[in-house]
């Protein structure tokens, strides 16, 4: 979400005139996009910024974006005096005059409302991927789990227009971009404001029949909005591509109470039998969170449980890292650093095991692969299949033409704990 708001920011940058350099010494306007989903993100922001202090003095300007921007605030000034700009993603309709502002000369331009209604709806979107294009569907967070910094820096939920997504999804077919990855903090609780009332199934539905489009990706889904009407819209359409991100931060019942969550394992699993039991081969994903106050070893074996209970095709894991402003903040048993770094590691060993044993198991397949690239070490080009599994693979025709954003089919011959390999077994589609 991150890299399209930048790459939103920069086509806004590019209407006004600017232009992009290679290196922030090259630039004479340095925007500087944050994450503080946890503590060591943000450090590093400020480690960063201080690097960028040296430079200060030469006639540029510096500014903060995104949520460490939100969270601190003006406070970025007095620890950092040397930046001019601090803009939450929620002001970024406001770049413009912002960016006027900043060119009159002023020190001090700040961003910082989150009572906006409106979307980040840019024309000027300056896309980084030529074959494989970002939508904000969705702004905001309207839950409050326990740990979450994100409420916070994002703002409330507002959903943009079907009309407005529409759009530009067919704009991006018709500029040849053939893969959409719809983003939101919670795309399942997607709710069309115009009198429509499409939700996130019927949108879903409707994008993957644009002419041109051949795969649509989303992320993330909350458990609690994540519906069985997304299966069978994604059942009934392989350009949805049988991949489902499903974050489930924990396995034990009484630790996703205490994170508020709005599920217990059991509705969890619920949804993961509706996936499982979905006419395609869905790959399924989620994202752990270990040592959340409180969480017992017990706890934390229910979520081991539930890795080899569900067989997860990949995981993102995390330490918990205690955010400004949430509920866990004052929570009592705290875990000890070095307890989260065991559980982690645990989890990570168990994560991989399975990882390994699952992508061995498509050895023989053939798998149709978006290409991305090509890697002249190994001599193999990048692929990327439906599942989101990447699958690197020698081709031998012998023409030297790039064959990026190509769908090609590939065997897989050998597989790893995070990649597959194999070879092109068919023309160029
Ligand atoms: N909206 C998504 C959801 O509800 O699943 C996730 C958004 S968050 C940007 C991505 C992941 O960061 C979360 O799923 C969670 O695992 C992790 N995360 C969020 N806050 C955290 C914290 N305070 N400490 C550790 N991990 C955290
Ligand atoms: Fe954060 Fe929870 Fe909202 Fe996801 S649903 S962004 S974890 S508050």
Request: contains cysteine; proline residues 4%.
């Amino acid at each position: 979400m991150n890299a399209h708001d930048s790459e939103k920011v920069v086509g806004t940058l590019l209407a006004r005139g600017y232009s992009q350099v290679e290196t922030p010494e090259a630039a004479d306007l340095v925007l500087y996009n944050t994450c503080s989903i946890r503590d060591k993100a943000e450090q590093k922001v400020f480690n960063r910024l201080q690097n960028f202090k040296r430079q200060a003095g030469k006639g540029k300007v510096f500014g903060v974006l995104g949520c460490v921007a939100q969270q601190e605030g003006e406070k970025i000034f007095d620890r950092a005096p040397h930046v001019s700009l601090v803009a939450g993603s929620a002001s970024y309709t406001k770049l413009p005059e912002m960016l006027v502002q900043l060119e009159a000369g002023n020190r001090r331009v700040t961003g910082l409302s989150l009572d906006t209604e409106e979307t980040f709806d840019t024309p000027f979107t300056r896309r980084d991927n030529p074959h494989r294009a970002y939508i904000t569907i969705i702004e905001g967070c309207d839950k409050s789990c326990a740990y979450c910094v994100v409420p916070f820096t994002r703002g409330p939920e507002r959903s943009r227009t079907s009309e407005s997504v529409m759009a530009e999804a067919r704009r991006l077919a018709e500029s040849g971009y053939s893969e959409i990855q719809l983003l939101g903090q919670n795309v399942n609780s997607y709710r069309d404001p115009s009198p429509e009332g499409w939700d996130f199934a019927t949108l879903l539905a409707r994008i993957a029949e644009i002419r041109g489009i051949r795969r649509v990706r989303y992320t993330t889904s909350h458990p609690r909005d994540f519906t069985r009407a997304i299966v069978d819209a994604m059942d009934a359409n392989p350009v949805l591509c049988n991949h489902v991100h499903l974050p489930v931060q924990s396995g034990s019942s009484r630790v996703l109470a205490a994170m508020q969550r709005l599920y217990t394992r059991d509705d969890y699993m619920r949804r993961i039998d509706w996936i499982k039991s979905s006419r395609r081969n869905m790959a399924l994903t989620t994202d752990i969170i270990v040592g959340f106050p409180g969480e017992t070893e017990a706890d934390f074996e229910q979520t081991l449980d539930l890795l080899d209970q569900v067989q997860y095709d990949s995981l993102f894991s995390f330490k918990y890292s205690p955010r400004p402003n949430t509920s866990a903040l004052a929570m009592e048993d705290k875990i000890p650093d070095e307890e989260k770094t065991r559980r982690i590691m645990i989890l990570n060993e168990k994560q991989r095991a399975i990882q390994i044993r699952r992508n061995a198991d498509l050895i023989g397949n053939v798998e149709e692969v978006l290409v991305e690239g090509y890697n002249q070490a190994t001599g193999q080009w990048i692929g990327r299949t439906s599942q989101n599994r990447t699958l690197n693979f020698t081709h031998l025709t012998g023409d030297a033409a790039s064959l990026a954003g190509v769908y090609m089919h590939a065997r897989v011959t050998r597989a790893g704990p995070n990649s597959l390999a194999g070879e092109s077994v068919a023309n160029v589609f």
